[in-house]
């Protein structure tokens, strides 16, 4: 797991109040999270929109969860800017949903761990660089 780019299936939950679906790809890289996704019409599943994709760097990620129930699985990340995630399908308030329900728990509990360790080595780097007197 280190230094190696980790990756996750995702689903998106409803989107344009049911009438479309989405999913893909969660990848864990150093620098932050890169989502690729596509989002198909949910009537017949013919209408698909092209891959696309959005980049958080772990600076800009406010806080990130991890919540496991009985029948869901989902990650939250919650953005410091909607500037990061107008184009993600979904999301309103610079929170993204992610369903991970396909994943075993030991994988998406791993990638948690390395998302969270990533975001305190940011949050070091920043303390590190304030002046010296504060």
Not at 9 to 38: C, Q
Not at 116 to 126: A, C, G, I, P, V
């Amino acid at each position: 797991m280190n230094g190696t780019s980790m990756s996750i299936p995702f689903r998106l939950p409803e989107i344009y109040h049911g009438l479309a679906e989405g999913h893909g790809r969660l990848h864990v890289g150093e620098e932050g999270l890169r989502l690729e996704f596509r989002v198909k019409d949910a009537v017949f599943g013919v209408l698909k929109s092209r891959v696309k994709e959005v980049f958080i760097p772990y600076a800009d990620i406010e806080s990130f969860e991890l919540k496991i129930g009985w029948f869901r699985r989902r990650l939250f990340i919650h953005t410091r800017s909607l500037q990061l995630v107008e184009d993600f399908p979904g999301d309103d308030d610079g929170c993204i949903i992610l369903n991970v329900r396909k994943s075993p728990k030991d994988r998406i509990r791993a990638i948690h761990s390395h998302i969270t360790l990533h975001m305190s080595e940011q949050k070091l780097r920043e303390i590190d660089s304030w002046p010296d007197s504060l």
